[in-house]
């Protein structure tokens, strides 16, 4: 597959729950907190800018944990998420386009998740020991 755009993805994990976002607008799948790469940008400036729009935080320790393709939340686009993990500086908030954060576990409803993280990011990063589920 082919990506029609790539993103930057972080993810936080708090007390065995991933921090993930739902837009005002667009879809009303949880995705990832992060976004598009602006021309210019690194991976890790577009995330620290997008969390600091977005959430109202900084990461800290940034390491690169995978490179995920899959169908877009809501589209029929393909989307490219290189995803980091860090220590979140600050207590996020939703701002600008972001409508709520969830803390989401292993119990929630995975009905909810973008394809994205049900098809591989999720199945990878248990697989992996990075997400204990």
């Keep these: 597959m082919k990506p029609d755009y790539v993103k930057v993805g972080l993810l936080a994990v708090r007390d065995g729950r991933m921090l993930l976002c739902r837009k005002k607008r667009a879809t009303a799948k949880l995705i990832l ?3 598009k ?6 991976n890790t400036e577009c995330l620290q800018r997008e969390l ?3 959430l109202g935080v ?4 940034l390491e690169h944990v995978g490179t995920y393709i899959d169908v877009a939340a809501g589209e029929t686009k393909i989307v490219q998420i ?3 993990r860090g220590a979140l500086i600050g207590e996020p908030a939703p701002q600008a386009e ?6 989401f576990g292993p119990e929630d409803d995975r009905s909810e998740l973008a394809p994205s993280l049900v098809n591989r990011i999720i199945p990878d990063l248990v697989g ?3 997400l204990s589920w």
């Design 52 to 54: 600091d729009e977005e």
């Design 37 to 42: 790469i602006e021309p210019g940008e690194s």
């Design 98 to 103: 972001i409508g709520e954060l969830v803390w």
């Design 128 to 130: 992996r020991g990075l």
């Design 82 to 84: 290189e995803l980091y």
């Design 58 to 61: 900084t990461a800290d320790g």
């Design 33 to 35: 907190p992060g976004g």
